[in-house]
């Protein structure tokens, strides 16, 4: 353990363990949150790291409170975090549309189990991805990152943390069961301060300061609670001063630039990594745990002399549009694999806007698809 | 006009954003003197209004915190007490307030707000109880007396209240008081108070919410529904809890009714600190 509480150096853990020590190396020195499987132990590491390194854990009395602490920790200037699973998730998101209103950073990990409503608590599903996107009420965007290993839940925990201060918008990873659950060397890497993004932050005195003027760039300055600068925001629509603005006009204004500072770094923002893509004649485009058992599946094709490759996302949202549509151009089919009745397969298939099959391979959850399915499914798809 | 009245008045502009007058409260609402007492309050608190941030939900009550000139967030429905103890647990040095209506806190909020007495979180609560949802255009709510008429109790409520200082001092406030906005010296005294006392302080603030409540139960001009208020209230320092409950007539019990001393959460996190410590050397 080095001086200030980081820890470095290669561990056994699991998923849940790495994104509590990726959350710490990123600063994040506040969580609220509220146990639920199979998250817990986000929490329950969280709850003993968190002392060790100046920061406070909170165990609210509920997912809804758990939201809401964080936004008002994050206004307070700490980096803030919470973590839930399904059930938990639901209950977030009309504060989860308050952190986008406000433009609040903070970092919200789903470990995605089987649904609906209280499913298969243990076990693990992708349900959520729809929810991540939609599942607050009106017009808005978000970023999510979906890691495939306990190395991953560490490495885009920082990620996201980074994201959502440059961003000022909640920045949810939507890990799962599995990943959560299974443990793996992981590297918790030195992460030097450099690499780490902290908020805009007003440059002008606070007679000067207004909360939601942009100088261009699309993501305002913030001034944090305690330092003098007396504004106010609200989650009514508002105008540059954070006033209260209920009119079309305002709307339009401030909507349009909450999705457009998404949108528009849409290329900054997404990851994706691909293997066997060059001559690939179909493309299984998978993520999370899935994208694991795809590698293996496409491997398997490849030794059958199928040209077969894989598309495994980083970020479901915002999604690779422009990628993926390029990808439609020189392949013949995608198969898309997840642990859901179909989700990222609808923006697949948009993507591919009819130059290229695609095809979903479901699984309703409780496990992981089989290779040999996959596999099965890579041969349909060329047939 | 004496010289504290003056120098009074002055600071109250320091407090407002007065850009936003006129404010959206309709004449006779008792949302706005609750307000000036809060002011007052604060000036003669003495504190460092730099460090001061108030949080409201939603609801008439709740558009306080955007009429007020300090670090004011203006949340969602029921949710500002765990936004105010997310600000309150980041950076301690904050003086944390909330202001909002009786829905808010007790309906949609209320799980909020017995844990964060439960906690003895270091915040001052201060609830408006007009006794219905005013801004959704006068529903029946936690709050609302037995038999009192409302736009969803067109029949009489027949959906019993809480009495608000009971529920509060139960779950383990600190600090637990009740004024209507006619007794406008000891309310600003009890905001005081909550400003400076260590831990959960609950001020409940009767007053009228004159174009719903007041119009559907007949109780007159404004000036009337203040005079009921002056017929009816019973001065009680410390009652009996059991006592607190409000009818649609009869006795609106008021007064300090809980002031103790006990370990607020900031300190508990502190002995924890302290144990965690001890058990690394
Ligand atoms: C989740 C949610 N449900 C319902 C509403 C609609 N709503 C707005 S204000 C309000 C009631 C406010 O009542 P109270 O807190 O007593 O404030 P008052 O208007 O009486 O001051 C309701 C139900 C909402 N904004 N959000
Ligand atoms: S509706 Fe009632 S509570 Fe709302 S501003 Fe009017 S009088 Fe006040
Ligand atoms: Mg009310």
């Given amino acids: 353990m080095s001086q200030e509480g980081i820890i470095q150096g290669e561990f056994f853990m699991n998923g849940d363990e790495a994104c509590a020590e990726g959350a710490i190396s990123a600063g994040c020195r506040f969580f609220a949150g509220y146990p639920i499987t199979p998250a817990t132990e986000v929490a329950e590491r969280m709850s003993r790291r968190l002392p060790e390194v100046g920061g406070t854990y909170i165990q609210m009395e509920d997912e809804i409170a758990s939201m809401n602490a964080i936004l008002g920790a994050s206004w307070a200037g700490a980096k803030a975090m919470t973590s839930t699973s399904g059930p938990g998730f639901s209950l977030m998101m009309e504060n989860l549309g308050l952190g986008v209103m406000l433009e609040t950073p903070c970092v919200v990990v789903d470990v995605q189990r089987a649904g609906p409503s209280t499913g298969l608590p243990t076990s693990v599903g992708q349900g959520d991805i729809m929810q991540a996107r939609w599942g607050s009420h009106g017009t808005y965007e978000i970023i999510a990152l979906v890691p495939s290993s306990p190395q991953e839940m560490f490495d885009l925990t920082i990620t996201a943390f980074n994201l959502s201060e440059k961003y000022r918008v909640p920045v949810l990873i939507m890990s799962d069961e599995v990943v959560g659950h299974m443990s793996e060397k992981v590297v918790l890497r030195a992460v030097p301060p450099e690499e780490l993004v902290e908020r805009p932050r007003p440059s002008v005195p606070p007679e000067k300061y207004l909360p939601y003027q942009t100088d261009g760039s699309l993501v305002p300055p913030m001034a944090l609670a305690g330092e003098g600068y007396r504004f106010h925001v609200t989650g009514l629509t508002h105008d540059e001063r954070g006033y209260p603005a209920m009119n079309a006009a305002a709307q339009d204004r401030l909507v349009r630039r909450l999705v457009d500072k998404i949108r528009l770094n849409r290329s900054d923002i997404i990851r994706y990594e691909e293997a066997w893509i060059d001559d690939a004649e179909v493309v299984v485009c998978a993520y999370g745990i899935t994208s694991r058992v795809a590698r293996h599946a496409v491997h398997m094709a490849r030794s059958e002399g199928i040209r077969a490759g894989l598309l495994r996302l980083i970020t479901v949202w915002p999604f690779p549009e422009e990628h993926v549509r390029q990808l439609a151009r020189r392949t013949q089919a995608f198969v898309v694999p997840e642990i859901n009745y179909g989700q990222i397969v609808f923006e697949v298939e948009r993507c591919a806007c009819g130059q290229a099959r695609t095809a979903l391979l479901p699984h309703m959850g409780g496990g992981v698809h089989h290779p040999e399915a996959i596999l099965e499914a890579i041969r349909e798809a060329l047939r | ?281």
């Avoid at chain 2, 219905?132 to 006068?138: D, E, I, R």
């Avoid at chain 2, 600190?174 to 302080?201: C, M, N, P």
């Avoid at chain 2, 109780?219 to 409000?246: F, M, N, W």
């Fill in chain 2, 1 to 281: 006009m004496t010289d504290t009245a003056r120098a009074v008045r002055r600071s109250a502009d320091e407090y407002l954003r007065v850009d936003r007058i006129p404010h959206i409260w309709c004449p006779g609402c008792g949302i706005g003197p609750a307000l000036g007492c809060f002011i007052r309050a604060i000036d003669r608190a003495g504190l460092d209004t730099d460090k001061v941030a108030v949080v409201s939900g939603i609801g008439c009550t709740g558009r306080a915190a955007g009429y007020i000139r300090l670090d004011s967030f203006h949340t969602t429905h029921g949710r500002a007490i765990p936004f105010a103890t997310g600000l309150k647990l980041a950076k301690p040095e904050l003086k944390v307030v909330v202001f909002s209506g009786d829905g808010d806190l007790a309906a949609i909020g209320g799980n909020h707000l017995i844990h964060a007495g439960r906690r003895n979180i270091d915040m001052t609560v201060i609830c408006v109880n007009n006794f219905n949802y005013g801004m959704t255009g006068g529903q029946m709510g936690p709050t609302t007396p037995l038999g009192a008429r409302t736009s969803t109790s067109p029949y009489g409520n027949f959906d019993p209240p809480f009495n608000l200082p009971q529920l509060v001092a139960a779950s383990g406030a600190a600090y637990v008081a009740r004024w209507t906005i006619l007794h406008v010296r000891q309310l600003e005294k009890a905001i005081v108070d909550g400003l400076t006392k260590d831990g959960f302080s609950f001020i409940e603030v009767i007053g009228p919410c004159q174009s719903s409540y007041g119009r559907m139960n007949k109780l007159g001009q404004p000036v009337d529904h203040l005079d009921s208020y002056r017929k009816r209230c019973v001065v009680k320092h410390e009652a009996d809890l059991r006592e607190t409950a409000i009818g649609l007539g009869g006795p609106i019990v008021v007064g300090k009714f809980v002031d103790t001393r006990r370990p607020t959460f900031g300190d508990r996190i502190d002995s924890m600190l302290h144990r965690a410590h001890d058990q690394k050397i």
